[in-house]
Structure formats: structure tokens, C-alpha cells
């Protein structure tokens, strides 16, 4: 993808299935990190950038150290605050070996947990945006 369009309502066209349990202002973009799916991978599970349902996927970050409250600035237009942690998703079981998606549940590995954040400031984000902690 060139470019991502990110709105209040989320990554535009971009639709989620189960809107009980995915979307709305607190939830508008899902993140995860790009390192941590490396080290997923280095441990023989198949999961690759987007696979777990992650709008963004974000690297150069302490992903441990991130936590709801923060705010990140994502390129020169974007900003978003992590509302919370993900809860792992069956759906997403298939990616990992043993077919446990709580390998990345914040509950059972912390630091590991996928982020629901919401748009603080719509714009485009573009593959190498530098990313930001602002809080």
C-alpha cells in the first residue's frame, strides 16, 4: 500500500467484520509491531504484517513500554492515543503453531498485546512515516 488515508472512524475503506466487538471512536485503528511479528516468526509461527487484523503495523518502537494513555505521531499528519489492548482474537489462531492466539494477550505475555487506538488527528501515513511517542 502507497498510502493510507486515517480518519476518526478509522483507516478508510477499511471495513470490520464485527462491529459488537471491532470499531467505533475508541477503536478506529488497530496497531501491532512489526518487531514483535518478526520474533513471532523467529519462533515458527506464520503470522506477517496485517494478518492479525492490525491497520497499522508500526516498527522502531519499545512495544512493552507502550500503554493506553499514550500518544503517537505517525508521519508529518497523524496522530492517535492507545486506548487499550487488544483481546486476542480466535480468528487469528491460525497464525500461530500451537493454534493459541493468546500468545499475544496482554494478560498472559505482557507486552505482546495487539492496541485499539483512537484518531486524534485525521491524515495520511505512508509506508517509513517516522513514528513518535508524544506522552
Known sequence: MLEAVITKAGVEGDRQRNLK???GPNRAVCLYSQDLIERLQDEGHS??????????????LE?????P?????IG???QIEIMSYTIPCEQNARWFRDRDSKRVSQKMNPGWSRFYAKVLREGVVRPGDAVEVMS
Do not use: C, F, M, Y
Open 47 to 60: 503470522i506477517e504484517a496485517g494478518s492479525s487484523g492490525e491497520n497499522l503495523t508500526l516498527a522502531g
Open 76 to 78: 508529518p499528519e497523524v
Open 69 to 73: 494513555g499514550d500518544r503517537l505521531q
Open 21 to 23: 466487538l471491532h470499531g
Open 63 to 67: 512495544w512493552e513500554k507502550l500503554q
